[in-house]
């Protein structure tokens, strides 16, 4: 028998047994590819170059730094937070928090992240974020 002869016989084997147990297999999910243009895609922000740049609002005060991004876990309508260490010096006594990445305006023409309106105040005031499991 070759070897084509048993991987189809044990495909069939396990199908009629998921079949008899009132299971049925899943349905095959189609895969779907976009083609994107490399180019422009090349000229936007890598994360690795973000993540421990400075944060500053609208006045040009520092009010944290990119520690790093999360993408939400739901698969219908994802989001891209930005989580910025706040409140700390010299990298202690930080905590983090998570702002929409929408939020940050990376186009700045001084090539700064700005948060607009953000105090170091409000930032604090904000829930502290901790890295899920």
């Known amino acids: 028998m070759s070897r084509f002869s048993l991987g189809f016989a044990a495909a069939a084997a396990a199908t009629a047994a998921l079949i ?3 299971l049925q297999p899943a349905p095959a999910q189609e895969v779907v590819l976009v083609a994107v243009d490399a180019k422009e895609v ?12 400075e944060v500053l609002n609208d006045a040009r ?3 944290g730094e990119i520690d ?3 993408i939400s876990a739901d698969g219908e309508d994802p989001e891209i937070f930005a989580i ?8 202690l006594g930080g905590y983090l928090v998570a702002v929409p990445f929408e939020s940050l305006d990376l186009d700045d ?11 170091q105040e409000a930032l604090e005031g904000l829930p502290e974020f ?3 499991s």
């Open 68 to 70: 790093d991004f999360v």
């Open 61 to 63: 005060q520092e009010i």
């Open 42 to 53: 090349a000229q936007g922000y890598r994360t690795s170059e973000l993540t421990g740049k």
């Open 109 to 119: 023409p001084s090539d700064e992240i700005v948060l607009k309106g953000a105090t």
């Open 130 to 132: 901790e890295y899920g």
């Open 84 to 91: 910025l260490e706040v409140g700390g010096f010299l990298g």
């Open 20 to 22: 008899a147990t009132g």
